[in-house]
Structure formats: structure tokens, C-alpha cells
């Protein structure tokens, strides 16, 4: 694993797992650090041995931008994996993970970070079925089908545990993530029911 990094400590790490996103990468990283050219922020870009260009995309975005830190693993780890390896090199007090597609409107950006300064909970997005179906019927189906089965194991009231966007405090999430084992597809759903095993509030924000 390597990185490059900036040199004044940011409020705000926003971690971002990428696996082959060399179609998009480039156009989102400029959207979202727009977004956040008037914040103290840092984005690790956390490339999971993507088969395609979006390493070498990302380095150049990098190299001109020095808010953007950049990680390659030479084999790969799953999206909690790359989460889980880069914590210890995040330097802002609230961590913010979100997707490369930047499927959530930027502007809950702030509300999450705000809700995590607040409360010092774990803030997670929560999105409506009508918002879930711009992902295909088949999918939404599944997806409700499985939370509906989270939710009543493990009593946790929450609706939408697999949204991408979170955000807590760093030292909070070093706690956590000490504590999650699956790297893969219940990563999302692990750490929420390890924040509720530890006491930690659970805030959800209904996001587009």
C-alpha cells in the first residue's frame, strides 16, 4: 500500500473505495473536491487492484491535488477491507465513507457531519424505496428483503443499513473497526450492529 499526503491536519477525511471506476473517477473526484473547496478536508481514494486504468487516473488527479491522498493494494481486500487499511492514515477528526459514484447529493455532506459533531453518533443514510429503485426492481427487491431480515434479528429499527454514506469520529471509528471482521457485502451491516453492541447512537438522515 502506498499514499501521498497533505500536510495541514483536515477536519474531514471522506474515504473513498474504488474497484475499476476509471470512467468516472476522474469527473467526481473534481465534483466533490468543488463541493468541498471551502471545508478543511482530505479524501483517501482507497483503489482496490482495479483491473482497469483508475489507479493510474487517480495518481494524476493526485499529483495536481494535494487534498487527495491515494492508496493501491496489490491484491484485492473487499470495499471494508481498503476502509479498515486506511483508517490509521485518515487525520480528519470526522470520517465520512461514501461511494465513488457519489450516489448520495453532496450537500448531505454537511448535515452528516454536523449530526456526528452533535450527537457523536454514527450518522447513516438512509434512502426511500422510491430512491432505492433507480437501482432496478430486482436489486431493490433483494435489498428490502434483507434489511427487513437485519431489522428483525437484530431489533436494530434501522431501514436502509447497506447505504454507502456514513460518517462518524475517527476516534470512534478506530474503535469500531478494530471490531468488524467481514470485509465484503456485510461490512455496512457489521459496523452498524457493532456501533449499537457499543452503545454508540445510531442517527439516520434520509438522503437523495
Same mark, same amino acid.
Given at each position: 500500500?502506498?499514499?501521498?499526503?497533505?500536510?495541514?491536519?483536515?477536519?474531514?477525511?471522506?474515504?473513498?473505495?474504488?474497484?475499476? $471506476?476509471?470512467?468516472?473517477?476522474?469527473?467526481?473526484?473534481?465534483?466533490?473536491?468543488?463541493?468541498?473547496?471551502?471545508?478543511?478536508?482530505?479524501?483517501?481514494?482507497?483503489?482496490?487492484?482495479?483491473?482497469?486504468?483508475?489507479?493510474?487516473?487517480?495518481?494524476?488527479?493526485?499529483?495536481?491535488?494535494?487534498?487527495?491522498?491515494?492508496?493501491?493494494?496489490?491484491?484485492?481486500?473487499?470495499?471494508?477491507?481498503?476502509?479498515?487499511?486506511?483508517?490509521?492514515?485518515?487525520?480528519?477528526?470526522?470520517?465520512?465513507?461514501?461511494?465513488?459514484?457519489?450516489?448520495?447529493?453532496?450537500?448531505?455532506?454537511?448535515?452528516?457531519?454536523?449530526?456526528? $459533531?452533535?450527537?457523536?453518533?454514527?450518522?447513516?443514510? $438512509?434512502?426511500?424505496?422510491? $430512491?432505492?429503485?433507480?437501482?432496478?426492481?430486482?436489486?431493490?427487491?433483494?435489498?428490502?428483503?434483507?434489511?427487513?431480515?437485519?431489522?428483525?434479528?437484530?431489533?436494530?429499527?434501522?431501514?436502509?443499513?447497506?447505504?454507502?454514506?456514513?460518517?462518524?469520529?475517527?476516534?470512534?471509528?478506530?474503535?469500531?473497526?478494530?471490531?468488524?471482521?467481514?470485509?465484503?457485502?456485510?461490512?455496512?451491516?457489521?459496523?452498524?450492529?457493532?456501533?449499537?453492541?457499543?452503545?454508540?447512537?445510531?442517527?439516520?438522515?434520509?438522503?437523495?
Amino acid at each position: 500500500m502506498n499514499g501521498t499526503g497533505v500536510n495541514e491536519l483536515p477536519h474531514v477525511s471522506l474515504i473513498i473505495p474504488v474497484y475499476n $471506476e476509471s470512467s468516472i473517477i476522474a469527473k467526481n473526484l473534481a465534483v466533490l473536491c468543488d463541493f468541498m473547496k471551502n471545508e478543511s478536508y482530505e479524501i483517501l481514494v482507497c483503489d482496490d487492484c482495479s483491473k482497469d486504468k483508475t489507479y493510474e487516473i487517480c495518481a494524476r488527479v493526485a499529483e495536481k491535488n494535494p487534498n487527495i491522498r491515494l492508496f493501491h493494494f496489490k491484491q484485492r481486500i473487499g470495499k471494508g477491507g481498503t476502509v479498515k487499511a486506511v483508517l490509521d492514515k485518515a487525520e480528519g477528526e470526522i470520517i465520512v465513507i461514501m461511494d465513488a459514484d457519489l450516489a448520495t447529493d453532496l450537500r448531505h455532506i454537511t448535515e452528516l457531519t454536523s449530526t456526528v $459533531e452533535t450527537n457523536r453518533a454514527l450518522a447513516i443514510g $438512509e434512502r426511500t424505496i422510491h $430512491e432505492r429503485l433507480t437501482q432496478g426492481y430486482t436489486r431493490t427487491i433483494l435489498s428490502l428483503g434483507y434489511n427487513l431480515l437485519v431489522r428483525l434479528l437484530f431489533r436494530t429499527g434501522i431501514a436502509d443499513h447497506q447505504c454507502g454514506f456514513k460518517g462518524l469520529r475517527n476516534a470512534d471509528a478506530r474503535m469500531l473497526f478494530r471490531q468488524v471482521t467481514d470485509n465484503g457485502f456485510l461490512f455496512d451491516t457489521e459496523l452498524i450492529l457493532r456501533a449499537k453492541k457499543f452503545g454508540l447512537p445510531i442517527r439516520r438522515i434520509p438522503v437523495k
